[in-house]
Structures are given as C-alpha cells and as structure tokens.
C-alpha cells in the first residue's frame, strides 16, 4: 500500500493529466486493483472532502460514476466527474451540504501543509499514523516482512543548551535530509515527535533493515552542521523490529522497535539496536569479574572484595558479604578488559539478602562517572550484544 500522501499525490496527477473523464475513470480503476477502497476514499476527500466508511466507499463511488452517466444522458452533453460527485452528494446524500469550490494546485497545498511536518518536511505524526496501518495491512495480506526503524538523536537537549534552539531545529532539519537521501523510494520516514524520527520499511527483514539503519546512522556522525559561527556534529540511536518476527500487532511493534532504542542508547548511543525479549529498557551483561566496594560518606569505612554479575549502562549489579544502606554514596573500583581497573562512583539503589552473608547490591551509576576507558570498553562489550539479531 502506497502511502497516503503519495496516493493522493498520483491521483491529482491523474487529473491534471488524463486526456478525459474516461480516460481518467480507467486509470482510477487501474490504480484500485492495485490499491484496494483507499483509491476511492482518497478521491472523495480530493473532490468532496468526505470521510467514508471503508466498505462503503466502493459502492458510493459505482453510485457516483452511474449518476455521472445518467446526467450526460439527461443533459446531452459530457457531465465531469467534479461536477457528478457534488450533484450526487447534494441530491441523493447528506454528505454534502455546503460545497466549495477549490483549484486542484491549491488543494495539492493543503495536502501537503496537512501531511507534513513544517520543520523537516517528512510525513507528521498524524498522517504517519494513517499510513503505518495500511502498511500493516498490506504486509499482512501479502505475507511480507515490515521493518520499523525508530530513530532518536543522541543528547538532544545538550544541543539545545549548548548552541541554541535554532541550531537544535538545524540539527533536526539535516537529519532529515539524510533520512531522505538514504531512504529507498518505497520506505516511508517522519517526524515522529521532538527528537524522534521513525521509517517503515516495507518488505525488509531485520538484516536489511540493519544495513540501511547503519548506512543511515555513519552518515548523520560524518555530517557537520553549520549554524551561525557554530559547526557541530550529532550522532542517533536507532531500534529495529520487524513484523512478523517480532510481533503482528501495530501497536506492540511499534513499542518494541521505541524499546530497542533504549538498547541501543544503553549500549554507548551512537548504536543500532534490534529489539530483544529483554524485560529492562537498557541491556544487563553479566561479568564476573571482583571489585573492590568502598563508602565515601564516612573516611574509614571498610573495604569490601564483592562479585561484580550484571553491567550496563545505568549501573551495576555485584554481590557483597556486607549491606549497605540504601541511596549511600560508594565507589567501586573494577577491571574492565585488559586495561588497568577504573572507578566507578553511584548510588546503592537495591540491597537484596541471599543468605549466609551473601548479599546482592544494586548500584547506579553512569558513564558521566567513568573514565574514557570504561566507557569504550564497556560500550563495546554491550554493543555486541544489541547487534546481534535473536534467533527468531
């Protein structure tokens, strides 16, 4: 299924450029067998401006082309199909009680003011909405893969503070036109909200998806922004679900591809994630490696040897021989690769008895509170957990 706007772009076209009526009427049937009703619902919005319903949209249109039949026997003379829609919908209906006229290259305006998104000039949300259903539909009814990318740029609001809103709305505007320019003609991208882009990639599976979503992702971080006496640089993390691999209902799919996000910002940003069955917005790798645990609210508190078991992002998780209290300040030294130990500062936020001295506390943290090393280091190893598609 095309999208909507392209659909009711091709069909202004085809009345500008049909050499008649009938010829117009035969590229419409054309374009339905095709399409499906949606050709016939587009129309009337184009020449009458209505909203029908779906199983009702055939038969008003047969309706509509015998009338215009009927009234070039009655009048002698060729009646338009602009002229037979407003007569029928006046005379035979109530849809239509107070017609305006409007030029066909003025409507096209409104089309596109009613689709669009003003500031990057991809589809909006509302008209995405519209377009992702018939997508689904159409994945649905041919047995195809459909791939949803969710785009979001990485520290958003520190452009915002740093250089400004309207550098923040340049920002918004080159990633737009990068989306545009990588984006096959088939794929549908908008402005999902704020800082979030999203495409629909029809017939594409997860891998393909990747391969474009990572093409996309190098060439936002090679770009230089231009805004004023300023030149900056913004790199995104994108989430990959595809129906129906990962799921056939719209609404779940969607909030998988939004949760991959999360995965791929919790792995470094800068990243492309596919979305796995994993219950926490940011991906857990566990590593058992020892650490040193020590209090810095009080100057001779102990120094504990604990287990370290799950890292991420947002903190860590390590066993412990002694609790500690909840929301007190400490620093845990940890060896991350191959490289000397770093130090890692955070809250207690979970304690958690096993047993026999034997304690699970959970610590947040962030990579704000690492060193460089930590940060590439661990990013890496969560990277290549994220990057790598679930069996299914």
Known sequence: MVMVLSLKKRLISLLTSAKSDTDFLDQVNKLAALEGTAVFQTLLEILGGIDIAEHERKELWQNIVYHRQQLSLTLGRDVDITTAISDYLQTRTSLLKHPRIVETSAFENIVHDTVHDNLTGLANRPSFDQTYQQQISMAERHGDNLSVLFIDIDNFKDINDTYGHAAGDEALRTVAQIIQHEKRNSDIAARYGGEEFVLLLSRTDNFNAYILAERLRKHVAETIIKHRRDSFSVTISGGIATYPTHSTDPAELLNLADSAVYLAKGSG????????????????????????????????????????????????????????????????????????????????????????????????????????????????????????????
Not at 352 to 363: A, C, K, P
């Open 269 to 392: 940003k800068n990243n492309i994630a596919f979305y796995k069955a994993e219950k926490r917005r940011y991906l857990r790798v566990k590593i058992h490696e020892p650490v040193l645990v020590k209090e810095l609210d009080f100057q001779d508190s102990t120094v504990f040897s604990a287990l370290s078991k799950d890292v991420c992002v947002g903190g860590l998780l390590f066993e412990n021989s002694y609790p500690l209290p909840i929301d007190s300040l400490i620093k845990v030294r940890m060896p991350v690769g191959d490289n000397p130990p770093v130090l890692l500062i955070g809250k207690v936020v979970r304690v958690e008895s096993l047993g026999d001295n034997r304690y699970d506390i959970g610590m947040t943290t962030s990579f704000r509170s690492m060193d460089k090393i930590a940060s590439e280091e661990i990013a890496s190893i969560l990277r290549k957990q994220v990057q790598s598609p679930d069996p299914s």
